[in-house]
C-alpha cells in the first residue's frame, strides 16, 4: 500500500486522509500533533528533517497547511520553505502542493485559466507563486466552504451580507469534498503542473445572492461599498477549471447552489 503524507490536516487535509484512507497508508502533520497526526512545525528546518525516522518513506506528498492567517513571513516560512524542505527530505515523492486563485490579479470579469497571467499585487500571493515554481503539482483553490464553513453561507444567513456595489463580482468557489476529490486525483496520477480547482458554476455575487434569497425564504442583503481587506484580494475574474475537467475529475457539487441544502443541515 502506498505512503501518503499529508502536511497539514487541517479543514482540507483532514478531508484528504479521510478520502484516502481506503486505498493509503496515510500520515499526517500538524503543528500541534495529536488526534492520530504527528507534530511537526513545517516552518522549523529541524522538525521536517526529523521526519525519515518517524516515519515511512512517502511516495505521494500533499502539502494542504494553512499560514495560521499569518502575513508574507509565515507564507515564506511554511510555504515555500516548508515544501522545499519536505522536497529536500523526500526527493523521490510527489508533492502537490495546494495554492490559491489569488494568484490571478484580474479585475475585469475575465475568463482565467492555468495560461493566464499571473502579476498579483500582495506579496502573499507573490511567495504562493514562488512555491508553486518548487513542487510538482499545484492546485490553485477557488474559495474552499463545506460543512460549518462558508462565509458566504454564514453571513447571508446571519444577516450581516452585502452585496458589492453592484454585485458583478465573481466568486469561485470549491467544496471541501471536491478539493480533496481532486488534490488525490491529481497525486494518484502524479499529474505535474498547475490546475484550478474550482467548481463548475461560478458566479456573481448577486446571482448567488438572489439564488440563496429564493431558495431560503429570505430578503437580499443590502448593498455596501467594496470589500478591499479581504485576505484574497479583491478581484473580479472567472476561473475556469476545464484542465482539470479535461483529466476526468468531475465535482460532486458542481454549483454552490447543489450544497445550500448540506449546508443548513450541518448548521
Known amino acids: 500500500m502506498n505512503h501518503l503524507l499529508i502536511a497539514g490536516a487541517g479543514f482540507l487535509g483532514s478531508e484528504i486522509a479521510r478520502l484516502a484512507a481506503p486505498e493509503f497508508h496515510v ?159 491529481l497525486a494518484k496520477a502524479k499529474h505535474s503542473g498547475v490546475f484550478n480547482v474550482t467548481d463548475d458554476d461560478p458566479m456573481s455575487q448577486l446571482a448567488c445572492y438572489t439564488a440563496m434569497a429564493n431558495h431560503f425564504d429570505k430578503p437580499l442583503p443590502l448593498t455596501g461599498e467594496r470589500h478591499l481587506s479581504r485576505k484574497r484580494a479583491w478581484t473580479h475574474k472567472l476561473v475556469k477549471n476545464n484542465k482539470l475537467r479535461d483529466l476526468g475529475w468531475e465535482p460532486v457539487f458542481p454549483s454552490f447552489l447543489d450544497a445550500l441544502d448540506s449546508l443548513a443541515s450541518a448548521s
Open 27 to 185: 500520515s499526517t502533520l500538524t503543528k500541534s500533533g495529536g488526534e492520530g497526526s504527528l507534530t511537526c512545525d513545517l516552518s522549523d528546518p529541524a522538525a521536517i528533517q526529523n521526519l525519515p525516522s518517524q516515519i515511512p518513506t512517502p511516495d505521494l506528498i500533499i502539502f494542504s497547511a494553512s499560514s495560521g492567517r499569518g502575513g508574507p513571513e509565515a507564507y515564506r516560512n511554511i510555504f515555500l520553505n516548508g515544501t522545499r524542505l519536505l522536497k529536500e527530505t523526500f526527493p523521490d515523492a510527489h508533492l502537490v502542493f495546494t495554492s490559491s486563485t489569488s494568484v490571478y490579479h484580474q479585475i475585469h470579469g475575465e475568463d482565467v485559466d492555468e495560461s493566464s497571467p499571473t502579476d498579483p499585487d500582495r506579496e502573499t500571493s507573490q511567495i504562493l507563486l514562488q512555491t508553486e515554481d518548487q513542487i510538482d503539482t499545484a492546485a490553485r483553490l477557488g474559495g474552499l466552504y463545506g460543512p460549518n464553513r462558508s462565509v458566504v453561507f454564514r453571513k447571508f444567513m446571519d444577516g450581516s451580507a452585502l452585496i458589492e456595489e453592484d454585485g458583478r463580482r465573481i466568486l469561485n468557489q470549491i467544496h471541501v469534498t471536491d478539493a480533496a476529490r481532486a488534490c488525490l486525483f
